[in-house]
């Protein structure tokens, strides 16, 4: 049982982890995001990063990611990985030559959270985006998991990317992952993380080299993202570019609606998310109808992400166009917030309900993991 230390509510649904309940940080955000902020900082102490993206007067830009750090001498940014030495940006990774990443090959199908739509699992974009009218059994997605991130989500179920930011390490040359996609039984790439935000650099010139090889060769190679969305808008574009050209798909995690939920339990805005969401949408979406280039998920944290959350969501995907593909994940309990239990069967229902007010394509994942 949780309770909020500005309204002294309790319920199973707050997080003492995070010490306030939604309708604070709703109502009165400037009490709740200053717990919350504590909470990040203590949080990201505990690996050595930054509490806040940096804005150093006498600082650097890095201008990679949407947080725009501007990094003071014998500081880093907020992902970890980026670092102001006498002067002089030093980037252990994200750069167009080397990234700190772990990489391993997925058997197709696999558990992707766009698998519903995604060609190497259902076939969907034959013969042109994959190899079967199915399941592409026999082929592999080289999964990319990189090693540092521009949100700092303290409901993160892959919070142990945070060991990579810090040691800067393992780190791949771009000629070498690219590489691991030269195995004919590749049939995808996808970007995940962490997130790829801080080191679009490096997965777009994977991609790059990746894709010249695959057309020399003629065989199908799809590049995906999974991601918060928060890099540079020209960054975002290119990557776009890419998943269109490749029968890919970006999938964004929009994570909230509401900007004050977004930094309680984010760390930063998602402004930022949103307008590359609707840039990709505006731009690319309906160039390749048969096949979704851009999608959406959003994590049902139970107490946090509800019914009115989602909605809005959807009414935003909407406006861009009601086809998008939608899907509602089910949370368990892990890092800050690991007091919460997984999302109920009945916030699952309702919150699909909602989205489907506005929205044409709209899905529960990991439904094993509904109580």
Known sequence: MGKCLICGGSAPTISDGLGVCLRCIREVPEKALEVTRQVHAKSRAGFGLPPDPPRDSDGLPCEVCANNCLIGTDKSGFCGLVWNVGGRLIRHGGTTDKGVLEWYYDGLPTNCVSWWFCPGCTGSGYPKYAYKPEAERGHSNLAVFYGACSYDCLFCQNWRYRNLSVLHKPVFSTEALASKADDRRVSCVCFFGGDPSPQMPHSLEVS?????????????LRICWETNGYMNPKLAERAAEYALESGGNIKFDLKTWGENL??????????????????????????RSELPVLSASTLLVPGYIDVE?????????????????????????????HDLPTTSRRQAIDCQKAAKKHLENVRIGNVHLLS
């Open 208 to 220: 790059r080299l990746a894709l010249e090889r695959a057309k020399t060769e003629r065989r199908i």
């Open 262 to 287: 977004n930094i309680a339990l984010c760390g930063v805005s998602n402004k930022p998310t949103l307008a590359n969401f609707r840039m990709i949408g505006e731009k690319f979406y309906k160039k």
């Open 309 to 337: 959350e989602v909605e809005n969501i959807a009414k935003f995907v909407s406006e861009i166009d009601p086809n998008i593909p939608y899907t509602l994940l089910a949370f368990y309990s892990c890092y800050v917030v």
